[in-house]
């Protein structure tokens, strides 16, 4: 059985930088994508960033050239690298596995910016 396993959150100041990481557990097989999304309260949860298994990456237009989608195949790691957060960029994040037969997600983890 496959398991989505987020880690990383945090308080950061405006400005600052995290790097979540999104660990898989279990056996994969065929076509599969990483995606990254985010929930701020009382907003609809919004992609921001996914990476399939032949590394091919997308980003969210509010997040390009801030964040870095990137993986590490020998541990089924996928990263999201945030750099210049902002305030706006609180919310939780979770990890989503999309396979063919279907995905799983991540129990999410909260990404706070404030001074």
């Known amino acids: 059985q496959v398991q989505v396993l987020e880690s990383g959150g945090g308080l950061v100041q405006p400005g600052g930088s995290l790097r979540l990481s999104c660990t898989i557990s279990?056996?994969?097989?065929?076509?599969?994508?990483v995606a990254w999304y985010r929930q701020a309260p009382g907003q609809e949860r919004d992609l921001v960033a996914d990476i399939s298994k032949f590394g091919t990456t997308k980003y969210a237009d509010f997040v390009k050239g801030r964040f870095t989608i990137s993986r590490d195949q020998a541990d089924n790691t996928v990263y999201l690298q945030m750099d210049n957060l902002q305030p706006e960029d609180t919310a939780v994040y979770s990890c989503?596995?999309?396979?063919?037969?279907?995905?799983?997600w991540g129990q999410g983890t909260q990404v706070t910016v404030s001074s």
């Open positions: 989503r596995l999309v396979l063919g037969s279907g995905d799983d």
């Open positions: 279990g056996s994969i097989s065929g076509f599969y994508v």
